[in-house]
């Protein structure tokens, strides 16, 4: 069984459009992540979200946006796509304290 | 803020040990993380210290040093398989959240 799933794995859309990559954990994790890995492979965090708390990386655009129906699923919503979004996006979940997290497997995201 | 910073590559052979070092400056402080990834792959969690001193765990092995805001990586009898990028990482915030170094990419030759 897959512990953290995302979809799709690869996106490929026109700048402007609107998209939405899915995220699921079947871990019972508290909070769930996502990441963006840009070319050089750099690992910004994005959000953090359990259900009590949303917490937000301020240098993100507000053309982001984490949806979680509930606490199993963290889906991030982008609009107005532009070319700089272009990356790999993470999702991930932890139970917290040292414990790791576990990363889905990414979505490759190339805008056009 | 968070900064890490990390060699960007790192080459050794095959059989040998290989340290990878992480500085960072942070505030609040829990504790330092490392992670492996291979080309195309997700990060995957390697250990974590929240104390001084060396974590063991099979040929992996990591140290902290708060005083000196330094932690390593120690990679040995290195496999071609340990060819990947590591990330050092700090929690940091809230949430537990975690923020990663630049990455290291470690090539073994044989």
């Known amino acids: 069984d897959t512990a953290v799933s995302q979809t799709p794995k690869y996106l490929v859309t026109q700048m402007g459009n609107d998209k939405s990559i899915k995220c699921e954990q079947n871990?019972?994790?508290?909070?769930m992540y996502w990441y963006k890995q840009d070319s050089k492979k750099f690992l910004k965090i994005m959000f953090s979200y359990n259900n009590k708390e949303l917490i937000i990386n301020e240098t993100v655009p507000n053309r982001f946006s984490p949806k979680s129906p509930d606490k199993a699923h963290l889906n991030l919503h982008i609009n107005s796509l532009e070319l700089g979004d272009s990356a790999v996006y993470f999702c991930?979940?932890?139970?917290?304290?040292?414990?790791?997290?576990?990363f889905g497997s990414g979505t490759r995201l190339t805008v056009v | 803020g968070q900064s890490l910073e990390q060699p960007s590559e790192v080459t050794a052979v095959e059989g040998a040990i290989v340290q990878i070092n992480c500085t960072y400056q942070t505030s609040g402080f829990y504790g330092l993380s490392w992670y492996q990834q291979h080309d195309g792959g997700a990060p995957t969690f390697l250990s974590y210290n929240a104390l001084d001193g060396l974590e063991e765990t099979g040929r992996f092995s990591s140290f902290l040093s708060r005083s000196d805001s330094y932690g390593y990586l120690l990679l040995q009898e290195l496999q071609m398989k340990d060819s990947a990028s590591y990330f050092c990482a700090v929690r940091s915030g809230g949430a537990n959240n975690l923020f990663f170094g630049t990455g290291t990419r470690l090539t073994v030759i044989p």
């Open positions: 991930a979940s932890s139970q917290g304290g040292h414990y790791g997290y576990t």
């Open positions: 871990l019972g994790h508290d909070t």
